[in-house]
């Protein structure tokens, strides 16, 4: 079974770097598409980006603040980089995968990170 | 990007009523909508793909039904475990993007 652990800083001052990984195990690495999405105190669900176990990536033009997510192969992980974070980057954030030949159906999800910026 | 605009917001029902939320889009989607349930401190869970096609798994008192720009998710007898916010997510087109949630109650 597919599981994913993710871990990060949870409090950040302005204009720091929210820096968080998430690490799958249970299944093939290759065989997934994976997600980094938010969700704000308001409930509200955004959707970041995502990145293919090559490396391949897609992101939200919406977002204000500049976004990296990157792989390690070595380690089966994932992480998100989001630059000069601002208060309205305080969000639970959760990485979230799917299958590749199953189009969007996000099956596998993280615990969740709650990031508060505050200064 | 496409909205998706779910309503209602907010629902009371009792245990055993049959509860119906509506998600529209702002442009075609054919039937490119998933539809999750989340309760308190979890991850959402996908419940519904292809707008009507439930997860493995998933009770068949859940459905979803639509396609094009309007959709709907049933439950056709509310059970007590049922009691969660429900979100709708359109898959058409990048950036994904997802529905505002119905917190459904319990009455």
């Known amino acids: 079974q597919v599981q994913l652990q993710q871990w990060g800083a949870g409090l950040l001052k302005p204009s720091e770097t929210l820096s968080l990984t998430c690490a799958i195990s249970?299944?093939?690495?290759?065989?997934?598409?994976y997600n980094w999405i938010r969700q704000s105190p308001g409930g509200g669900l955004e959707w970041i980006g995502e990145?293919?176990?090559?490396?391949?990536?897609s992101y939200n033009p919406s977002l204000k603040s500049p976004v990296t997510i990157s792989v390690d192969k070595s380690k089966n992980q994932i992480s998100l980089k989001l630059s000069s974070v601002t208060a309205a980057d305080t969000a639970t954030y959760f990485c979230?995968?799917?299958?590749?030949?199953?189009?969007?159906?996000?099956?596998?999800w993280g615990q969740g990170t709650p990031v508060t910026v505050s200064s | 990007d496409i909205q998706m605009t779910q309503s209602p917001s907010s629902l009371s029902a009792s245990v055993g009523e049959r509860v119906t939320i509506t998600c529209q889009a702002s442009?075609?989607?054919?039937?490119?909508l998933n539809w999750y349930q989340q309760k308190p401190g979890k991850a959402p869970k996908l419940l519904i793909f292809?707008?009507?096609t439930l997860d493995t798994g998933v009770p068949s008192r859940f459905s979803g039904s639509g396609s094009g720009t309007d959709f709907t998710f049933t439950i056709s007898s509310l059970q007590p475990e049922d009691i969660a916010t429900y979100y709708c997510?359109?898959?058409?087109?990048?950036?994904?993007?997802f529905g505002g949630g119905t917190k459904v109650e319990s009455k």
């Open positions: 997510q359109q898959y058409d087109d990048l950036p994904l993007t």
């Open positions: 979230a995968a799917y299958e590749f030949w199953s189009g969007y159906r996000f099956d596998y």
């Open positions: 249970g299944g093939s690495f290759s065989g997934f598409y």
């Open positions: 292809d707008a009507s």
């Open positions: 990145i293919s176990h090559s490396g391949s990536t």
């Open positions: 442009q075609d989607i054919n039937n490119y």
